[in-house]
């Protein structure tokens, strides 16, 4: 049991010690009386050397040293006190001989004493050596000029759990079998190569530890060269670095990936730049990249002048507005942009200088406010003085987008409407020219329709006159039937010139009699305007008015051309229908719509075919027809808020049917 030898070993040393310091004492003290007392001559001082052996063993040198001077002392003073007055050359030699043994014995013992000293002395260094080579946490070696292993501390079994032995194995180069496969070769012939150049190096390398997984090693070594310069051995270091090795290639590994990343963030950002630029460049807008930085600052300050109404403060000093929109910097303008502002070049353009758009609205402040304090993407149409000093109607639109150093730009894209509104111009102008157009067709229409519409009346009145003139030849004369003939010539003649009348009106812009109109009368009055018709195509007229009808609001004489029309093509639609059939019956009535009125035939009906043709200016199924009367018929009663259709009937002829709306309030005309 080592635990319980220590003491006793070092309490058996400290008794011999006890011991031999007593026996010494004892013996000079017996050497000292023999010598003294005995009165025997003899050269028993020479045991003292004894005393010194013993002391060599009690103490140390000190105590040999402090032994040799006491015995010489005792020697001398024996000497003395035995051979006062009788000292001779015998006793002079005797105490010479016991002084030079004491002196050679305490030589003697002092000299072995120092070197076994020496000798514990290297023992404990060395002792120390081997506890602190196996206690660093490191693996110690030694190797042979060649590089075999012939040392390993033993921190390589706490490592590896395999014995020292096996790691200087395979005459010194097993340890080589502990290096992960993938660097095996490589170790080996990297630490070949390091021995044969002869100087100190690192390397590093993953050793298999205990638990089977690798840690990185860091190996170093120094040589030992003897004086001749030649190398003795290599003593060297194996550090544990694992931990640090793996945090270093962590950090490799994290620069690496977030070097890519920076690449590869940098390469996303030129791409897009790049789309950018290519977008804006290749734009077809208009389009500028402006710093705003200034006008943010200016509208700023601003508010802060104007107590928070920055808009207000600046409508109120015109100067500080002009001030804030010239700190407005243009950075870049597309082909587009040059080409719209008819620059010369880029250069020119952005050179320029001046304002962007002419008005100062507050309208306008409020749009600056909203771009750069709300970031809101603005769009307006504004006035731009380009430089070729004509001005440009614009619509523009403007945002903010990222800048550098927290700068403000903005870009803006612009189109320019002039054309766009040149184009309007003239497509109102066409519109306009149109309807001049239209005008003169439908007066052209008119035209043809007078000659139509008074061929009637005028036949009428040609008529009557020449019957009254007969009335009048008579003999005697007939002048009550005469009287007749000339008031319905005197009625023919009031329509005609109602008819011109109203044309007339229409070619100086149309200005109608429109008042509320009893529908019944009116169809009653254009009926009896049509006898002569009527009675040409042996056609009978039945009119049914329904009571109580609401009045509508039209123009009297246009009504009574409408009803006037439509009465006649019935009859003409009648012209194969027996005579005893044809019958036209005109229908007043009312309805939710307003009062229509239905004029039925029994004629030949509408060709489905035409049906809807009907109403086309110009189109006509009778040889001496002009196909405007249905046409203007129907423009008449829609411009009255009216509608005017057609049907065919189910056993024959067809009928026409108008509805206008009723007229509340107002006198009945
Ligand atoms: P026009 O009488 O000069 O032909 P309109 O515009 O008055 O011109 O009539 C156009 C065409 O409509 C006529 O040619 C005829 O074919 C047809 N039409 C008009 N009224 C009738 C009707 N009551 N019955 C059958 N066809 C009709």
Redesign the pocket.
């Known amino acids: 049991m080592p635990r319980a030898e220590g003491p006793t070993a070092m309490s058996r040393g400290r008794f011999a010690r006890f011991i031999s310091a007593g026996a010494a004492f004892a013996l000079a003290a017996a050497v000292f009386a023999f010598d003294t007392f005995s009165g025997y001559e003899s050269a028993i001082a020479v045991l003292y050397a004894l005393v010194l052996v013993l002391g060599a063993v009690a103490g140390g040198r000190l105590f040999v040293l402090a032994a040799a001077i006491v015995c010489g002392s005792l020697a001398i003073v024996s000497f003395l006190a035995t051979h006062v007055g009788a000292i001779d050359a015998g006793n002079t030699g005797r105490l010479l001989v016991a002084l030079v043994a004491i002196a050679l014995t305490a030589a003697l013992l002092l000299s072995r004493l120092s070197l076994h000293q020496t000798r514990s002395a290297l023992a404990d260094s060395e002792q120390n050596l081997r506890i602190m080579a196996d206690t660093v946490p490191q693996i110690l070696w030694q190797a042979l000029p060649d590089g075999r292993i012939v040392y390993l501390s033993r921190r390589w079994t706490q490592m590896t759990g395999a014995p020292i032995a096996d790691g200087l194995a395979a005459d010194g180069l097993a340890f080589l079998d502990w290096f992960h496969p993938e660097e095996r070769s490589t170790a080996i012939e990297q630490w070949t190569e390091l021995i044969r150049e002869g100087e100190p190096f690192e390397f590093y390398r993953r050793l298999r530890v205990a638990d089977g997984s690798y840690r990185w090693l860091q190996l170093s070594a120094s040589p030992l060269r003897a004086e001749t310069g030649e190398i003795v051995k290599w003593a060297g270091v194996a550090t544990d670095i694992d931990e640090e090795m793996r945090a270093q290639l962590a950090v490799r590994a994290t620069n690496q990936t977030l070097e890519a990343r920076v690449a590869e963030r940098t390469a996303e950002l030129a791409r897009s730049e790049r789309r950018y630029r290519s977008a804006f460049e290749q734009s077809h807008v208009a389009m500028l990249e402006l710093d705003i930085t200034g006008v943010a600052e200016a509208l700023a300050d601003a508010r802060v002048a104007g107590n928070g109404d920055g808009t207000g403060y600046l409508m109120a000093h015109p100067e500080e507005f002009d001030r804030c929109v010239g700190a407005l910097r243009m950075l870049d303008a597309n082909r587009a942009a040059v080409q719209l502002f008819g620059a010369r070049d880029r250069e020119a353009l952005l050179a320029r200088k001046g304002r962007l758009m002419r008005s100062r609205t507050r309208e306008d402040i409020d749009r600056y406010y909203a771009l750069v304090e709300r970031r809101e993407t603005i769009e307006a149409e504004a006035e731009l003085p380009v430089m070729d000093g004509r001005v440009v109607k614009v619509l523009f639109g403007v945002s903010q987008i990222a800048a550098p150093d927290g700068r403000c730009h903005a870009l803006v894209g612009m189109v320019d409407v002039t054309a766009r509104d040149r184009a309007q111009e003239l497509l109102l102008a066409a519109q306009e020219e149109l309807a001049r157009a239209n005008r003169a067709a439908t007066l052209g229409a008119l035209s043809a329709s007078i000659a ?1 519409e008074l061929n009637q009346p005028i036949g009428a009145v040609m008529m009557d006159a020449q019957t009254a003139a007969r009335w009048l030849e008579r003999d005697p004369p007939d002048l009550g039937s005469a009287k007749r003939a000339l008031a319905r010539v005197a009625g023919n003649a009031e329509r005609a010139s109602g008819i011109l009348r109203r044309t007339r009106e229409q070619l100086v812009k149309g200005r109608r009699a429109v008042a509320p109109l009893d529908l019944g009368e009116v169809v009653r009055s254009a009926v009896a305007l049509v006898d002569r018709e009527l009675k040409g195509g042996r056609t009978q007229a039945e009119v049914r008015v329904a009571p109580g009808l609401p009045p509508v609001e039209a123009d009297r004489i246009e009504l009574q051309q409408v009803i006037l ?2 009465v ?3 009859v ?2 009648m012209c194969d229908t027996p005579v005893g059939e044809r019958v036209v019956t005109i229908d007043v009535a009312g309805g939710e719509r307003g009062v229509t009125v239905e ?1 039925e ?1 029994r ?5 489905p075919e ?1 049906i809807n043709r ?2 086309d200016a110009f ?4 040889p ?10 129907r423009a008449t009663i829609e411009s009255f808020g009216g509608t005017l259709d ?1 049907r065919n009937n189910e056993t024959a ?2 009928t ?1 049917s108008f509805t206008l709306p009723a007229h509340d309030g107002g006198d009945v005309r």
Not at 619 to 622: A, D, L, Q, S, V
Not at 624 to 633: A, S
């Open positions: 139509h029309n439509l006649v093509n019935a003409q639609a004029i035939d004629g030949s009906g509408i060709d035409h009907l109403f189109f006509t199924t009778k001496g027809g002009m196909g405007i009367g249905l046409q203007i018929c057609v002829g067809a026409f």
